[in-house]
């Protein structure tokens, strides 16, 4: 009888270690998975701040009236992230005509001068026109 025990108890002890390489291989490819997913996170974040940073050049031109100022930031960007740039553009214009009043239009188009020339920064690191410019005046 003790050669059938011998052979359950080695099923059992083999059975065991198939679980446990099955668990590290789990382990290992969510790892992987994770890194990928945090690198592919990373290369959004600078996509979007490095389409901040030209949409901040693009509304400084059309505030500006500066068509082929616009013309020229826009001959820069790469023709996927034309949209996502001319989006940003747009936003702040906006933010800019509902929040600033007309006496702080100078104060908000520095502000986008200065987003312009500030290095590219991650998400959640950005400030907003009025942040910049400060708060309006009353």
Known sequence: M??????VQERIAAAARKREQEQQQRAELGQARQRGVSARHKAALERL??????????ALAALRRDAR????ALAN?????????????????????????????????????????????????SKSLVQIAGDPPR
């Open 2 to 7: 003790t050669n059938v025990d011998d052979v």
């Open 49 to 58: 701040a490095h389409s901040e940073q030209l949409g901040a050049r693009v």
């Open 69 to 72: 100022g616009v013309a020229l």
């Open 77 to 125: 960007v790469e023709p996927g992230e034309v949209r996502r740039v001319a989006g940003v553009a747009l936003a702040a214009i906006t933010e800019l005509a509902l929040t600033a009043p007309a006496a702080n239009v100078a104060t908000t188009t520095k502000a986008l001068a200065e987003m312009a020339a500030r290095p590219t920064r991650g998400v959640g690191e």
